[in-house]
């Protein structure tokens, strides 16, 4: 057994820690988020010219050939930074969409631009309705002469506004809930009867509610086989999952860090703060928080390419324990911050947000804790 | 700016952090397993499969088993004989000992007293006890505790003084776990009250048979003999059982609850125990049904699971970290919460499962006897275990003080 990183994913580490000092200020964090696209194209090429992008794919695709552990890296000290450019909706979803199914044109138009930071591809396949199944879909796609038609609506697409290009998920056949049925199309965010409705969420990022009326994409719009998209979609779930769990460890660790810093110079009753012994059972509590949540992440990240109920389960294991510490880091780092804490001006409380939606993000604690009894 | 780490980034080949076991890990595994299933002696599983207490004879007969065949002192340096095993192997070792449910055995002399006197131990010391600790001659029990020294270890006052060759030990020791089996005890006693209060303490090692020792049982409430007081009037110990230089015996009270604390977590019983309820639940009825079918009892079972996984990796981790940088830091704290924490929630699930059967009160002779129990034979147990594992949270320095350990060593504060 080894848990260690190699020495390139150390190194891996350092570069994203030395960008976040030298180039992710709160300040600058602050611009980027209040820029139209809500985030800074200058980053995202830096990214591409780093290797960060490339990272999750094979060196045919015009990747790295990194692995899980290597995303969990990269996700982890993201998390760190609180990084809003949309490495998540672009590179785990879509790009892992485009490496599973993409034919080799698909794959030179769509993905090795994704991968050198020309192009941000978003992935759209929440339904209102669907909450967290994702077999849920009620977009339909109807073959035409030339192509398919779309019509429906999707919810919380990520960066949509700021992508070229959106993955859409639509029924070709069956059930509401059927899993075969499902079909993908890359669709041109500026196509006719695409509308979006742009908005913030709570955590920095944006993201748009999606309506598609009678929109004509040509045949080669479809990504791999008609009605077989939905394991190409639970996979790219998979990764994407991993992906935010480590950015929640990430973020636990920064905010237990955090809490500990106010607690040695906040003084109250001429004290410290962390001279209260029940403040500090509170920060110990923290921090076994966060080290059962590093030591599942780190698990899971080793059990990504195991068979698939292996995986599944470690995955459950991983978002339910992660929505549970989450919780718990989140409210008792606001409340050990005091009054200070719910202000907008400390970075505690962006940190909370960001960890909060991560809790909801594809299944909470109780939708994880269900698929783990029924594996 | 980032010139090195684009070079990197072009030259990136990623590797998947290892995790399973090599060939060679697995025929280790293999060996293991045919080695117990070979030599477990099944008078002795079948009293652990029924949840039967065992006698000290059970106990020191599976000991001398283990240490025939060199499997004993896991963890000793190999000249002394050790295994020399990997962390992988050890790993492997505990979860096949505790898959096959074979008993527990006494840590005080090969996983406390032993590694102090090979540590810190006079030449004499080591020739006269290490053998005697191997091959379970000699039964150990730890001398910690007093009554006006719980948490405050620190405090304790029992008291020895030096006269000639002989040190002259007056006092009382407490919750001192099967005394009445021990041939030695092993003493953190006080050999100065001048100073600071950690200053004068010494470690000391005293025959049971020596004059003016006396054991009291302390039943406990789950109506069992497993702890004891032990008096010590005017006890003639000799010089040479000191264990190091008087006032040093502080340090290896330190040096031995941070090698305490990395096994307390028994997650591979908990595994094991885990399982087993799991099985249990199809077995108690429940209308038509089972208690399997009961969502709200199994979705406990699985959060308790999930944390059970969470606690092995952090061991797992913890272990790999001393495999690469020497002993057992404050991170084993953690684990001793986390395991106790789990030990204790799972007792009580098993209270839960079995449901009115818990309540019969079965001691230990009930549970020995060969009269039939009253309620499925899994029910007897429960609840004097539940009551019993009260104790995992107090033990081995309170669930507290490892917060308060964790806050100083790891937090800084």
Same mark, same amino acid.
């Given at each position: 057994?080894?848990?260690?990183?190699?020495?390139?994913?150390?190194?891996?580490?350092?570069?994203?820690?030395?960008?976040?000092?030298?180039?992710?200020?709160?300040?600058?964090?602050?611009?980027?988020?209040?820029?139209?696209?809500?985030?800074?194209?200058?980053?995202?090429?830096?990214?591409?010219?780093?290797?960060?992008?490339?990272?999750?794919?094979?060196?045919?695709?015009?990747?790295?050939?990194?692995?899980?552990?290597?995303?969990?890296?990269?996700?982890?000290?993201?998390?760190?930074?609180?990084?809003?450019?949309?490495?998540?909706?672009?590179?785990?979803?879509?790009?892992?969409?485009?490496?599973?199914?993409?034919?080799?044109?698909?794959?030179?138009?769509?993905?090795?631009?994704?991968?050198?930071?020309?192009?941000?591809?978003?992935?759209?396949?929440?339904?209102?309705?669907?909450?967290?199944?994702?077999?849920?879909?009620?977009?339909?796609?109807?073959?035409?002469?030339?192509?398919?038609?779309?019509?429906?609506?999707?919810?919380?697409?990520?960066?949509?506004?700021?992508?070229?290009?959106?993955?859409?998920?639509?029924?070709?056949?069956?059930?509401?809930?059927?899993?075969?049925?499902?079909?993908?199309?890359?669709?041109?965010?500026?196509?006719?009867?695409?509308?979006?409705?742009?908005?913030?969420?709570?955590?920095?990022?944006?993201?748009?509610?999606?309506?598609?009326?009678?929109?004509?994409?040509?045949?080669?719009?479809?990504?791999?086989?008609?009605?077989?998209?939905?394991?190409?979609?639970?996979?790219?779930?998979?990764?994407?999952?991993?992906?935010?769990?480590?950015?929640?460890? /990430?973020? *636990? $660790?920064?905010?237990? !860090? #955090?809490?500990?810093?106010?607690?040695?110079? @906040?003084?109250?009753?001429?004290?410290? &703060?962390?001279?209260?012994?029940?403040?500090?059972?509170?920060?110990?509590?923290?921090?076994?928080?966060?080290?059962?949540?590093?030591?599942?992440?780190?698990?899971?990240?080793?059990?990504?390419?195991?068979?698939?109920?292996?995986?599944?389960?470690?995955?459950?294991?991983?978002?339910?324990?992660?929505?549970?510490?989450?919780?718990?880091?989140?409210?008792?780092?606001?409340?050990?911050? /005091?009054? *200070? $804490?719910?202000?907008? !001006? #400390?970075?505690?409380?962006?940190?909370?947000? @960001?960890?909060?939606?991560?809790?909801? &993000?594809?299944?909470?604690?109780?939708?994880?804790?269900?698929?783990?009894?029924?594996? | 700016?980032?010139?090195?780490?684009?070079?990197?980034?072009?030259?990136?080949?990623?590797?998947?952090?290892?995790?399973?076991?090599?060939?060679?890990?697995?025929?280790?595994?293999?060996?293991?397993?045919?080695?117990?299933?070979?030599?477990?002696?099944?008078?002795?599983?079948?009293?652990?499969?029924?949840?039967?207490?065992?006698?000290?004879?059970?106990?020191?007969?599976?000991?001398?088993?283990?240490?025939?065949?060199?499997?004993?002192?896991?963890?000793?340096?190999?000249?002394?004989?050790?295994?020399?095993?990997?962390?992988?192997?050890?790993?492997?070792?505990?979860?096949?000992?505790?898959?096959?449910?074979?008993?527990?055995?006494?840590?005080?002399?090969?996983?406390?007293?032993?590694?102090?006197?090979?540590?810190?131990?006079?030449?004499?010391?080591?020739?006269?006890?290490?053998?005697?600790?191997?091959?379970?001659?000699?039964?150990?029990?730890?001398?910690?505790?007093?009554?006006?020294?719980?948490?405050?270890?620190?405090?304790?006052?029992?008291?020895?003084?030096?006269?000639?060759?002989?040190?002259?030990?007056?006092?009382?020791?407490?919750?001192?776990?099967?005394?009445?089996?021990?041939?030695?005890?092993?003493?953190?006693?006080?050999?100065?009250?001048?100073?600071?209060?950690?200053?004068?303490?010494?470690?000391?090692?005293?025959?049971?048979?020596?004059?003016?020792?006396?054991?009291?049982?302390?039943?406990?409430?789950?109506?069992?003999?497993?702890?004891?007081?032990?008096?010590?009037?005017?006890?003639?110990?000799?010089?040479?059982?000191?264990?190091?230089?008087?006032?040093?015996?502080?340090?290896?009270?330190?040096?031995?609850?941070?090698?305490?604390?990395?096994?307390?977590?028994?997650?591979?019983?908990?595994?094991?125990?885990?399982?087993?309820?799991?099985?249990?639940?199809?077995?108690?009825?429940?209308?038509?049904?089972?208690?399997?079918?009961?969502?709200?009892?199994?979705?406990?079972?699985?959060?308790?699971?999930?944390?059970?996984?969470?606690?092995?990796?952090?061991?797992?981790?913890?272990?790999?970290?001393?495999?690469?940088?020497?002993?057992?830091?404050?991170?084993?704290?953690?684990?001793?919460?986390?395991?106790?924490?789990?030990?204790?929630?799972?007792?009580?699930?098993?209270?839960?499962?079995?449901?009115?059967?818990?309540?019969?009160?079965?001691?230990?002779?009930?549970?020995?006897?060969?009269?039939?129990?009253?309620?499925?034979?899994?029910?007897?147990?429960?609840?004097?275990?539940?009551?019993?594992?009260?104790?995992?949270?107090?033990?081995?320095?309170?669930?507290?003080?490892?917060?308060?350990?964790?806050?100083?060593?790891?937090?800084?504060?």
């Amino acid at each position: 057994m080894d848990f260690s990183l190699t020495e390139e994913q150390q190194l891996l580490q350092d570069s994203i820690n030395q960008f976040i000092e030298r180039e992710y200020t709160f300040d600058d964090r602050k611009k980027f988020l209040d820029s139209e696209k809500g985030f800074n194209e200058e980053n995202w090429k830096t990214f591409g010219s780093l290797g960060w992008l490339g990272m999750p794919f094979s060196e045919d695709d015009g990747g790295y050939n990194g692995g899980p552990v290597d995303v969990m890296v990269i996700m982890e000290n993201l998390g760190k930074g609180l990084i809003v450019e949309p490495y998540v909706p672009s590179i785990l979803l879509s790009g892992k969409i485009l490496a599973d199914l993409g034919s080799d044109d698909q794959k030179s138009n769509y993905l090795h631009p994704m991968i050198s930071g020309e192009k941000i591809i978003t992935f759209a396949y929440i339904e209102p309705q669907s909450r967290f199944t994702l077999s849920d879909c009620l977009t339909k796609a109807t073959p035409s002469d030339d192509g398919f038609v779309l019509d429906g609506y999707k919810a919380l697409v990520h960066n949509a506004s700021a992508s070229d290009t959106l993955i859409v998920s639509a029924r070709t056949s069956g059930n509401q809930c059927d899993e075969k049925g499902i079909s993908l199309f890359l669709v041109d965010t500026n196509a006719k009867g695409v509308s979006l409705r742009n908005y913030s969420t709570i955590d920095g990022g944006k993201a748009s509610e999606l309506t598609l009326e009678n929109v004509s994409v040509s045949k080669e719009s479809l990504l791999g086989e008609m009605d077989e998209g939905f394991n190409a979609i639970d996979n790219a779930i998979d990764l994407a999952t991993l992906g935010i769990c480590a950015e929640a460890v /990430g973020i *636990m $660790g920064k905010m237990n !860090e #955090m809490t500990l810093e106010y607690t040695k110079t @906040r003084e109250q009753f001429e004290q410290k &703060l962390s001279q209260f012994q029940a403040l500090q059972h509170r920060m110990v509590d923290n921090f076994m928080h966060y080290e059962q949540s590093k030591s599942l992440l780190v698990m899971c990240a080793a059990k990504m390419n195991d068979n698939t109920e292996d995986k599944k389960k470690a995955l459950a294991s991983l978002k339910y324990q992660i929505g549970l510490s989450g919780k718990h880091i989140g409210e008792e780092s606001i409340q050990l911050h /005091g009054g *200070m $804490g719910v202000t907008d !001006e #400390m970075h505690i409380g962006h940190y909370f947000k @960001r960890l909060t939606t991560i809790r909801t &993000l594809y299944g909470n604690s109780d939708y994880h804790l269900s698929n783990y009894a029924s594996l | 700016m980032y010139n090195d780490v684009v070079y990197f980034a072009l030259n990136y080949r990623g590797v998947l952090m290892n995790l399973s076991f090599s060939k060679e890990d697995q025929e280790f595994q293999q060996e293991v397993r045919s080695f117990i299933e070979q030599n477990y002696p099944s008078e002795i599983k079948e009293k652990q499969d029924q949840g039967i207490p065992l006698s000290k004879e059970d106990t020191v007969k599976w000991h001398k088993i283990l240490n025939d065949k060199g499997w004993l002192a896991v963890n000793w340096p190999e000249e002394l004989g050790g295994t020399g095993w990997t962390i992988t192997q050890k790993h492997i070792f505990q979860n096949e000992l505790a898959a096959a449910n074979t008993p527990t055995l006494m840590p005080f002399g090969v996983n406390m007293c032993g590694p102090v006197i090979y540590t810190f131990g006079s030449d004499e010391q080591k020739e006269f006890h290490l053998p005697k600790i191997l091959n379970g001659d000699i039964w150990w029990c730890q001398g910690y505790s007093e009554p006006g020294s719980g948490s405050d270890l620190a405090s304790l006052k029992t008291k020895a003084e030096k006269k000639g060759d002989v040190y002259v030990v007056n006092g009382a020791k407490t919750w001192t776990t099967l005394a009445q089996h021990a041939d030695w005890i092993f003493c953190l006693v006080r050999t100065d009250g001048s100073g600071k209060k950690q200053e004068g303490i010494s470690f000391l090692l005293i025959d049971m048979k020596t004059p003016g020792v006396e054991v009291k049982p302390i039943i406990t409430i789950d109506g069992t003999h497993e702890v004891n007081m032990v008096y010590f009037d005017n006890v003639e110990v000799p010089v040479t059982n000191l264990v190091g230089e008087e006032g040093f015996g502080w340090s290896i009270a330190k040096f031995l609850l941070a090698h305490e604390r990395t096994g307390i977590a028994g997650i591979p019983s908990l595994k094991r125990e885990l399982d087993r309820l799991r099985d249990i639940t199809t077995q108690i009825q429940v209308g038509e049904g089972s208690l399997k079918d009961d969502a709200m009892f199994m979705s406990k079972l699985d959060r308790l699971e999930i944390k059970l996984t969470a606690a092995e990796y952090t061991e797992l981790r913890t272990l790999a970290a001393m495999s690469a940088g020497g002993h057992p830091g404050p991170e084993s704290s953690i684990l001793k919460i986390l395991g106790t924490d789990l030990q204790q929630e799972l007792s009580d699930l098993f209270v839960e499962a079995v449901g009115y059967y818990a309540h019969p009160f079965m001691t230990e002779e009930d549970l020995a006897s060969n009269e039939s129990r009253i309620g499925p034979d899994f029910a007897a147990p429960v609840m004097p275990h539940y009551l019993n594992y009260r104790k995992v949270s107090i033990y081995g320095g309170s669930n507290e003080i490892q917060r308060n350990v964790i806050a100083k060593a790891v937090l800084g504060l």
